[in-house]
């Protein structure tokens, strides 16, 4: 049997990740459910592909069952992919193919339509975690069911790809964005270190950045520990891009930063 991690915007107030976890564990009560996160925003699709990018390198191979589905009930499919790390099983709306792609991309995906494999729902088409991904996910990681066996196979490449911003270079320097803002008010974005080497910048320099109309000039260090308390910094986080902290205080409420901001690194004066 293999794990399952699972991922989802459900939270914790209600009852539904207890209730995915019930259903896996009436398909093969022995299989272990290793819960991501259940803080995803709600329907935020980049958020959960983001927060199943990031994890995806660090998980025990097997079944990444993820649920981020403000489409439920709509045309969109319902897929199992197969890849050399294991299976994703999940809405196909953009959420599973970041982190598919990192690990190599799909060998097979197949649209989950056999009704063996669902649970009968008694109200309406509003949760698939339960009714058709939860099994989905507990019978392939069971060994119950091949992946053939849930449905037609889709062309390996017909999952929807999540579109993300690159890195825009200029003669005056570049332009990032925020992705991730965590719980400390650390700011992940998608600018990589190599980035900011290219504009003539290394770690020790003062580097200019620019949030909306105001220019801040941030050192970048490899740690919180670098800078006084309460100073913001620039460094190169655990998954290796450029993040904005502030030493035992929180960068996304001082510098006014939110996912999905645009940001500017300008060139050494």
């Not at 009704?115 to 975690?129: H, N």
């Not at 992940?188 to 949030?211: C, F, M, T």
């Not at 998954?239 to 690194?265: F, K, M, P, Q």
């Amino acid at each position: 049997m293999q794990p399952i991690s699972f991922l989802s915007d459900f939270g914790t107030d209600d009852e539904f990740v207890g209730v995915v976890h019930g259903v896996i564990a009436r398909v093969e009560p022995q299989l272990r459910v290793i819960d991501v996160t259940h803080g995803v925003p709600a329907g935020d699709i980049r958020a959960g592909a983001l927060a199943l990018l990031r994890a995806v390198q660090y998980l025990p191979e097997g079944v990444a069952l993820a649920v981020v589905d403000p489409g439920v009930g709509t045309g969109r499919k319902a897929i199992a992919a197969e890849t050399s790390w294991g299976y994703f099983v999940g809405p196909d709306n953009g959420l599973l193919a970041p982190a598919v792609a990192m690990v190599g991309g799909a060998e097979m995906v197949v649209s989950l339509e056999d009704e063996r494999f669902r649970v009968p729902s008694l109200g309406g088409a509003t949760f698939d975690g339960r009714d058709v991904f939860a099994p989905a996910a507990a019978v392939l990681a069971a060994g119950q069911a091949s992946i053939k066996d849930l449905g037609p196979v889709l062309e390996a490449d017909a999952i929807t790809p999540l579109l993300l911003p690159l890195v825009e270079v200029d003669a005056a320097g570049l332009r990032g964005e925020i992705w991730w803002l965590d719980k400390f008010g650390n700011a992940q974005s998608n600018i990589s270190p190599a980035d900011l080497e290219e504009l003539g910048l290394k770690p020790g320099d003062e580097v200019r950045l620019v949030v909306g109309s105001i220019e801040h000039h941030l050192p970048w260090v490899a740690t919180y520990g670098d800078v006084e308390p309460g100073k913001a910094l620039l460094h190169t986080d655990s998954y290796g891009l450029v993040a904005i902290a502030a030493r035992e205080g929180n960068a996304a409420a001082d510098l006014n930063l939110s996912t999905g901001l645009h940001i500017e690194v300008r060139k050494p004066a």
